[in-house]
């Protein structure tokens, strides 16, 4: 039998901290979206993240959704963590990955009809993509043989964890090389952070609740996921308004200083400033 809440007070702050969570990762997307569509450009927006970031989230809906709704594999968890540990995934958990999925294809898509310069997706990104998915067709059949379904979906959770450790990372040095985060929306960043303290405040209310760590063992990469939101955005800040700040006239225009010159070409139109 598996535990129940022990306070409901904690249990409604759980879910609370979760939707709210959501919320503000989802809407963490929109800001990009828009300023993609506002300046019919992608440029200073990395390509590299955008692939690994698909790869990310489809990897983290497969583990989310398989461990939500599969009475077997949640069978198995109880098995491997005990019978009075709760499932460590919430229905926020699943959503949020549905949307993140469906949003950064949409971003992709921004990417074919929007002003992009002489941008692409790097060799590396698409050889490490490669490699991913490679060994998630590899670890299926494993999986098939021996029924292993939770070490199965594990690898997904673990892959997702990989994603995020390396995605913002082609973005980060973008920035550093232009000296500039215009093309990269910082309401994107600011949201991201909020979710990602709201997730591991999710998570700490559950553990104070139940009385045990288990859950943040048990689900190492929901863990590892926000602490690494947190640091990355932390970065992010940083390059955007102490590093690299957009300077403005006296009419409150930016002002387009920074080297923008390998990833723009002549004909492209000044840029407007980021959400």
Not at 42 to 69: C, E, P, Q, R, W
Not at 129 to 153: D, F, G, Q, Y
Request: aromatic share 14%; charged share 15%; hydrophobic share 50%.
């Amino acid at each position: 039998m598996s535990s129940s809440w022990n306070s409901v007070g904690l249990e409604v702050l759980y879910q609370v901290l979760g939707w709210v969570a959501f919320f503000a990762w989802s809407f963490s997307f929109y800001p990009q979206v828009f300023l993609n569509y506002k300046r019919k450009s992608v440029v200073g927006l990395n390509f590299d993240f955008l692939v690994l970031n698909l790869t990310k989230h489809s990897s983290y809906l497969i583990y989310n959704a398989a461990l939500f709704f599969s009475p077997f594999i949640q069978r198995q968890y109880h098995e491997q963590y005990g019978d009075k540990e709760m499932i460590p995934v919430a229905a926020n958990d699943v959503a949020f990955s549905l949307h993140a999925v469906a949003l950064t294809a949409f971003t992709l898509f921004q990417v074919f009809i929007y002003e992009r310069g002489n941008q692409k997706v790097s060799k590396v990104c698409v050889s490490i993509t490669a490699i991913v998915w490679t060994a998630a067709i590899v670890c299926l059949i494993v999986a098939l043989s021996k029924s292993s379904w939770l070490w199965l979906i594990d690898v997904f959770n673990s892959t997702q964890v990989g994603m995020t450790a390396i995605k913002y990372i082609p973005q980060a040095v973008m920035n550093f090389r232009r000296k500039s985060t215009i093309g990269w929306s910082i309401g994107n960043i600011l949201l991201d952070l909020t979710g990602g303290v709201l997730n591991f405040g999710q998570m700490g209310v559950q553990s104070i609740d139940q009385h045990t760590l288990v859950n943040f063992y048990g689900n190492i990469g929901k863990t590892l996921l926000s602490l690494e939101v947190v640091f990355f955005d932390v970065v992010f800040i940083i390059q955007h308004y102490v590093l690299y700040p957009i300077k403005r006239d006296e009419n409150g225009k930016a002002i387009i200083s920074e080297r923008v010159a390998p990833l723009i070409r002549p004909s492209d139109k000044p840029e407007e400033d980021n959400v």
